[in-house]
C-alpha cells in the first residue's frame, strides 16, 4: 500500500505516468446462455456470455447491452458508475413463457395486498375485516381463454392472472389492489422451478 499523500504508477521513458483509478465490475446474467456488450470509459469494450466478474477496469461510467436470444425477450440495457476501489454489479434477467423463466420476473406494478382476518367485537362475538399486509410487487395480464374455461370448472369466474415473487405471502381469497382495480385471488399457482406466484384472479367491486 502507498503511502498517504503519495501516487502508484510506473516510470516510463524517464517519466512518472500515474496508475489510472480501478474497480470491479460484476455482471449478473440469467440465463447463462445470454451473450452481452460491456463498453465503458474511453474505448473500453468487452463481450461475453453469462455472468463474469472483471476485475481492474478503470473507473467510469459503465453501460452493458444485451443481445438477442431465441425465445426470450432481453432485458433493457443496464448503466453504472464505477468509482474507485468499489465494485459495481449490474443485473438482469431475459424473459419468456417458459417455466424458469415466464413472465411476472420483471415487477411492473405494485399492489395492496390484504387479507380478511377475524377480530373479536366488545359483545363476545368477532367480525371480519380486510387487513393490510403491505404492498406486492408484480404484473398482472388477461386470462386466456383456456385458464378462464379452467377456472369456471372448479373456481367460478376468472379474468385476470397475477405474477409475483415466488416468497410473497399471498394467499387464495386475499385481495390486490392497484389504482381502482380490485383482484380477488381464487387460487394460487407455483411452478415446479419455483420462480414466481401465479394467482388466478377475479376483478371485483370494492368490498369493505
Known amino acids: 500500500m502507498s503511502p498517504k ?11 512518472f505516468a ?3 483509478a480501478t474497480g470491479t ?19 473500453y469494450e468487452e463481450t461475453g456470455t453469462g455472468s463474469e466478474t472483471l476485475a481492474a477496469v478503470e473507473i467510469g461510467e459503465y453501460k452493458l447491452v444485451f443481445d438477442a436470444l431465441a425465445n426470450y425477450t432481453k432485458p433493457p440495457d443496464q448503466h453504472g458508475r464505477l468509482t474507485e476501489g468499489a465494485t459495481l454489479t449490474l443485473a438482469a434477467m431475459y424473459t419468456s413463457g417458459s417455466t ?12 395492496s395486498h390484504e387479507r380478511k382476518i377475524r377480530t373479536t367485537d366488545s359483545q363476545g362475538g368477532f367480525t371480519r375485516t380486510w387487513a393490510d399486509l403491505g404492498t406486492v410487487w408484480g404484473r398482472d395480464q388477461s386470462a386466456t381463454s383456456k385458464e378462464v374455461d ?14 409475483v ?20 385471488v381464487a387460487r ?9 406466484l401465479k394467482c388466478i384472479c377475479e376483478e371485483t367491486e370494492r368490498e369493505d
Open 100 to 111: 424458469a423463466y415466464a413472465p411476472g420476473i420483471v415487477a411492473t406494478t405494485s399492489y
Open 150 to 163: 379452467e377456472a369456471a370448472q372448479h373456481l367460478g369466474k376468472i379474468d385476470t392472472v397475477v405474477y
Open 18 to 20: 500515474e496508475a489510472a
Open 25 to 43: 465490475v460484476v455482471l449478473e446474467v440469467t440465463p447463462e446462455s445470454g451473450t452481452w456488450t460491456l463498453t465503458g470509459p474511453g474505448t
Open 188 to 196: 394460487i399457482e407455483r411452478p415446479s422451478v419455483s420462480v414466481y
Open 165 to 184: 415473487g415466488p416468497d410473497e405471502d399471498v394467499q387464495r381469497e386475499d385481495r390486490l389492489t392497484t389504482g381502482t382495480r380490485v383482484l380477488r
Open 5 to 15: 499523500g503519495t501516487k502508484t504508477g510506473v516510470w516510463t521513458g524517464g517519466a
